[in-house]
């Protein structure tokens, strides 16, 4: 087995195709081998069918005791709306590592969701020759994790309204009578899960004829108020008629109807659950401990109060294994789990980057994208992701395009699916210039970490020397490790080369240890306060309703969870159109939520949407099948890379 | 090779331990040895994990020229609510004549839903020593086709709502412009999928520009009459309070709100079009014919006209393929498609029963089950399916149980969860004589088709031998081939070896040729009125609703499909409570509708719940994981076969 990942060497083509084209121009090679090159037999995966495996977590036990490879996470400057080709650095960078480094490495992508992929986004396996293959196997049902998290966060959602439902109209000992019921030899015995309830109301009794009355009370009646319920429904659609629904309107339902909705699937608890977990065990605990609402009294109602969290254990059992792919230049991708990067920490998951960590070993390296930009992305990486993994990343790369810089030094508004203004498309050093104080700021945050910052300056064809120039040494100046200028998407691993040495150095030259930006054990206002300072915020406004949540979740003992803050990704601040690196602002935090089984709080900074709308021609159009050969085709006319 | 399936004998103990502790004493095969045994090398299929693997439809090309085996289906008297183990002799024959007749035998079976499993049903696999494993990946995921059904279902039902909503607030003009932009040249194209509608409109223009006010118009404006869309969203959970729902509540959908419902997702038309295409491109037909409602002209909009047929085909282009899966000794199965019994035809999928027909080969034998009693299982399966595939089966199987014929009898009813009476405990000669009207009927109806009948008595450790030879007598005397006792249940193959040996008996000397019920050109109340005459019935009541249907759909061409009866399967009639052979009384047809793409027309008898709901103790209480060993928990206290 050659120690090598350089697998390929691409025939590149000038002006790049489209990258359906692309993709398609490669005969991707059978899984197997691309496992073999990071030393994984067949007992360490399950194939699914011949270009996906999922490599099972039995692994990180067998190599418990190796060492790790280099960590680096990919985060972004600000970007326009549409999107500076973070995945496509992420990919490039390790075809140049893998491929012309001779490095051991493995890509850590997040699964990207169907819904935006028929919508408007056309998919998310990076582009041009830097991309995940094959991109329709990538961009649809995977192996199945997000069908798996639907299904799991449904059943929960049906178990919550069925259950009000029965309880409604039945006496306590009809339903203790039910969920105890007598087996053939007329004895009583409490399921295994129910133990987990009878712990939690301190009932220590075993049989459950010993209950009395109050206790069959408590034990059986979970008393949710319908008011209080926070799980929603989700389907892997863009639907935006399920934003907003009533439910319950059907004549045996009695006239229980209760406004709810729907969210995208990625948007689930359950989604953050499988990024954050650390093992089966851990997320088996995870899924039992999420809050659904509260009953009557106050109390939070978990998925085990409703005896379910073993049954969405098994539901989601397989989804746990990363699913193991391919680069253009044939080099290990683990894609696992897609979280919102706003309600949620939109990283990958830990335990697909812990895997890849062992596989490459000490000198290897793991590079993982967060989605959106550094405010947000990097810093849900280290103070959520890192703190769950107890993983420590040795450099952090800034992705900026001169295209985002322009618009931070005052350009033109970009709106995705328009023309670009004259000012992206020929020179003005001027523009980015002053649109660098957005990097500035995006490098001084993320140094704060105590990890080397390496900016990637991902080149567009109307880019000029000067214009180039500016940022890298505006990069410099403001304590960035190296700034690299790199041609990926045009060139594949091989326009990555300088940035794979660059971030080779700043890994092994790495001084400081890593700094998380706030402790855990202050309070909810204290570690949202620090975030906002990171922002350039001068201060916190919360409404009532953000304060009666604190409040809450403080005295339910919830307050010593990370913050997830849910904020646009297009400004430091909490308005979209403030560009640059705004300052003296105050950050109204609207609402407080919490996602207890993933483990964090999250504040919303303004309206988020959780279910996005399919546009009047979706991408749907251009998806569609050549029922001679098999072959699909992706038109890729109206693709438009977007930032998730 | 092997020619034999015997691959393993099967330790039997008795009393026969819970489905679970017998699914989970047997190590299964790995998958590949399984295809080995019927010529099936690895380009032939992908691997889904160790145990299972979709066997590529190129495989039926591949075999075109060579002959097809016995095709048996599997059907049952009227049953309990208990199920009378219809899967379970299925499996227990095809375990027969693989490991004990020395015959090659594929099992065809419908991929069971997971609302079920959560809910009250615990599993599908069969039971005792004739199940299917293993029976947790049987259950759950599977390979993910339902998954995919929901996923193209509920893309489409987004494609719906979302078309109505911009149609209502853009000018013909700006539809047509977002529908056909111009691309970087200037230059306005029609996607493939537009020549679709293009077509169906009578345009055969193929530049966009060319298109007059008019044709622009009826182009781009599907004018869909909101109060006539048909198409509902669907789930794989049993979730009752979204029967009835109103979406679009949310205040960017501008009050656009309008009432509908969740189906179950294996009621899914997508469903039964997987269970009755013949080859992808008639799947890439069906799909985009699908009908969802109505122009406000009356015209029926399809999926095509939406744009999004392609796209639903790219969804299900790995669904199409079915799953190899194996049985408790060995015999390799089939498991592919599940769609409603009522609302649709209940059988599984025709592609995987040509590609065993095609495995096994002359001499071979492919056993497939048709869901609920044979009046509406067998029926459709020979008026629907047999029509589609232009298969022709030589032996139809009937199930009966002591139990379902002392009910039909006149033995006191028999509910779910409930003890049963003393009648079905102790001898009871009577009710057995009295109940084999109902298995006389089936016979008769079944020998109608050409078939030779095989009545399979799956025996129960209270049955008595006077009551058996019963039922022996009144088969043979019904005009049955042969009638045989079976204990599958408890002895796995050996148990139904007897049977094996009558079924290809009857294979060998089936005397004439398929029958169908109904030709497809008469109109569609005639054909109505052929079914009801088989359940007994004097006459059809159709009501206003019914006559409005049917004659719209006569208007709109669809006349000449097949009928999918719409009807309890506790009752020849209508009526659940009528055991027996009910005749003389009049069947109404309370609505009649359509799955256009699939190919039936679906008169409703009565009203059919498609969405189920949990119970107050739903079987998720006893599913969980040992997360040490990751091994599954299924109490099975509380499982009850039920039929789908």
């Given at each position: 087995m050659s120690s090598s990942n350089a697998k390929r060497k691409l025939q590149v083509v000038s002006p790049v195709p489209a990258d359906i084209d692309v993709a398609n121009s490669i005969e991707p090679f059978h899984i197997c081998e691309i496992a073999g090159d990071i030393n994984l037999s067949p007992k360490h995966y399950d194939l699914y069918g011949k270009y996906k495996a999922k490599v099972l977590l039995s692994v990180l036990d067998e190599l418990q005791g190796s060492g790790d490879g280099y960590y680096v996470v990919v985060g972004g400057i600000t970007p326009t709306p549409l999107g500076e080709g973070k995945s496509t650095t992420t990919v490039g960078l390790c075809q140049a590592l893998g491929a012309f480094l001779d490095k051991k490495v493995v890509t850590c992508l997040r699964q990207p969701s169907q819904g935006p992929t028929f919508g408007i986004k056309g998919g998310a396996a990076g582009g041009g020759y830097s991309q995940v293959i094959p991109m329709d196997e990538f961009n649809l049902h995977l192996t199945g994790d997000i069908h798996a998290i639907t299904a799991a966060n449904n059943l929960l959602a049906a178990a919550i309204d069925t259950r009000i439902f029965h309880e409604a109209s039945q006496s306590d000992k009809a339903l203790f009578n039910r969920l105890c019921p007598p087996n053939k030899e007329g004895k009583r015995n409490f399921s295994n899960i129910m133990f987990r309830r009878l712990s939690k109301l301190g009932i220590s009794k075993t049989n459950p004829e010993d209950l009395t009355p109050e206790e069959i009370r408590s034990f059986s009646r979970l008393d949710i108020d319908p008011n209080s319920v926070t799980w929603r429904r989700v389907m892997d659609v863009n639907d935006r008629f399920l934003r907003k629904i009533t439910i319950g309107q059907g004549p045996e339902e009695k006239g229980m109807f209760r406004e709810t909705g729907f969210d995208i699937a990625v948007a689930s608890e359950i989604m953050a659950v499988l990024a954050l977990t650390t093992s089966l065990s851990d997320m088996r605990e995870r899924l039992g401990k999420m809050v659904i609402g509260n009953s009557k009294t106050g109390e939070p109602i978990t998925a085990d109060d409703l005896g379910v969290g073993g049954a969405l254990t098994v539901l989601m059992k397989d989804a746990i294994n990363p699913t193991l792919m391919q680069t253009l230049e044939g080099t290990p991708v683990l894609v696992h789990a897609g979280p919102f990067a706003n309600i949620a920490h939109g990283n990958s998951s830990i335990v697909a980057d812990k895997i890849?960590?062992?596989?490459?070993?000490?000198?290897?390296?793991?590079?993982?994208?967060?989605?959106?930009?550094?405010?947000?992305?990097?810093?849900?990486?280290?103070?959520?992701?890192?703190?769950y993994s107890a993983l420590t990343p040795q450099c952090a790369i800034i992705v900026a395009t001169i295209r985002a810089l322009k618009m931070h030094g005052g350009g033109p508004e970009?709106?995705?699916?328009?023309?670009?203004?004259?000012?992206?498309?020929?020179?003005?050093?001027?523009?980015?210039?002053?649109?660098?104080?957005?990097?500035?700021?995006?490098?001084?945050?993320?140094?704060?970490?105590?990890?080397?910052?390496?900016?990637?300056?991902?080149?567009?064809?109307?880019?000029?020397?000067?214009?180039?120039?500016t940022v890298r040494n505006a990069a410099l100046a403001a304590g960035a490790y190296d700034a690299v200028i790199c041609t990926h998407h045009a060139?594949?691993?091989?326009?990555?080369?300088?940035?794979?040495i660059a971030v080779q150095q700043a890994c092994e030259n790495v001084a400081q240890p890593l700094k998380y930006l706030y402790p855990l054990d202050i309070s909810i206002k204290e570690k949202i306060g620090a975030i906002a300072k990171s922002y350039g915020a001068s201060g916190v406004e919360y409404s009532e309703q953000a304060e009666k949540q604190i409040e809450m979740y403080s005295r339910q003992g919830f307050s010593g969870l990370p913050i997830c803050m849910a904020k646009t990704q297009y400004s430091f601040s909490d308005k979209a159109s403030e560009k640059g690196a705004p300052t003296g602002f105050i950050l109204p935090i609207r609402d407080v939520r919490a996602s207890i089984g993933a483990g964090f709080i999250y504040p919303l900074v303004g309206t988020m949407s959780t279910m996005p709308g399919l546009p009047t021609r979706p991408c749907f159009y251009d998806i569609d099948l050549d029922t001679a050969t098999g072959k699909e085709s992706w038109s890729s006319s109206l693709l438009v890379t977007v930032l998730m």
């Open positions: 890849a960590l062992k596989l490459v070993g000490p000198g290897g390296f793991v590079v993982t994208e967060a989605g959106f930009g550094a405010d947000i992305g990097t810093e849900k990486f280290m103070n959520i992701k890192c703190r970009v709106v995705a699916g328009k023309p670009l203004d004259q000012a992206y498309l020929s020179e003005n050093v001027a523009l980015v210039e002053a649109g660098c104080v957005n990097l500035a700021r995006h490098i001084s945050n993320t140094k704060g970490y105590g990890v080397n910052v390496v900016v990637a300056v991902n080149k567009f064809s109307t880019d000029t020397e000067a214009e180039l120039n060139h594949g691993g091989k326009g990555a080369v300088d940035l794979g």
